[in-house]
């Protein structure tokens, strides 16, 4: 299956994004037919009217489609369920390894990492020159290499988040993030005893980590 370029060149997608895609909408619909379904890809199914009236599932059926497409590890496959109070379940499935990252709101596994200090910290990040162009991210860019001990882009931004919760990494910092990039993964992360949260600068910025740590994050974004 020949890859496309999305809105940049170096962004990918492939067929199989759209094939892995429909697979799981029609289990998700199947079992929970009034829920509604949003896809990376164009699935967009409406709530019902029934018990399932406020739920919404989220799916990103392969994440990392530049490492997939060049036969690389690296990708995932994501999908969350929110509702009114927000994400409620999650599950992230490493493609190279076959580790699940599931979550479910309101049972906490604390497997973070102790909070260190930024200038110590892993942190994972992505700069794509479509964000860079957007209003204060560059600068953002430049104060991250400066303050943190190490940025790193070790996969697609779910994975990270995966990572983050179970210890890998610090923290994770990105601007402009899709829903279904960022709700599967802030569940495991607040569930495995961090912070998940959103800061508004003209630009939305995604952070998660430990609290401490996160708060450092979002001081440079003032």
């Known amino acids: 299956m020949k ?5 940049v ?31 990376e890809e164009g699935t967009r199914t409406r709530r019902g009217s029934g018990p399932g009236a406020g739920r ?41 390894t076959a580790e699940l990252h599931t979550a479910v709101r309101g049972r906490p596994q604390q497997t973070i990492r102790a909070p260190r200090p930024l200038n110590q ?17 560059r600068e953002v860019a430049h104060r991250l290499l400066d303050a943190t ?30 829903p279904w990039d960022w709700l599967p993964g802030a569940l495991l992360v607040v569930e495995a005893g961090g912070v998940a949260m959103t800061v508004e600068t003209g630009v939305r910025w995604y952070i998660a980590g430990p609290s401490g740590l996160v708060e450092e994050l979002a001081g440079l974004l003032r």
Do not use: M, Y
């Open 3 to 7: 890859p496309r370029a999305k809105s």
């Open 9 to 39: 060149a170096a962004d990918l997608v492939t067929e199989a994004d759209a094939v892995a895609e429909r697979a799981a909408a029609h289990v998700i619909a199947q079992h929970r037919p009034e829920d509604a379904i949003l896809g």
């Open 56 to 96: 919404r599932w989220l799916i990103d059926a392969i994440d990392g489609t530049v490492a997939f497409a060049a036969g690389l590890p690296g990708w995932c496959s994501a999908v969350a369920l929110e509702d009114e109070e927000g994400a409620a379940v999650a599950a992230v499935l490493d493609a190279g």
């Open 121 to 137: 910290a892993h942190v994972a990040t992505f700069f794509r020159q479509d964000r860079l162009v957007l209003p204060g991210v």
């Open 149 to 178: 001990g190490l940025l790193r882009h070790a996969g697609p931004g779910t994975l990270e988040l995966a990572w983050v919760a179970a210890g890998r990494l610090d923290a994770w910092i990105q601007p402009n993030t899709d």
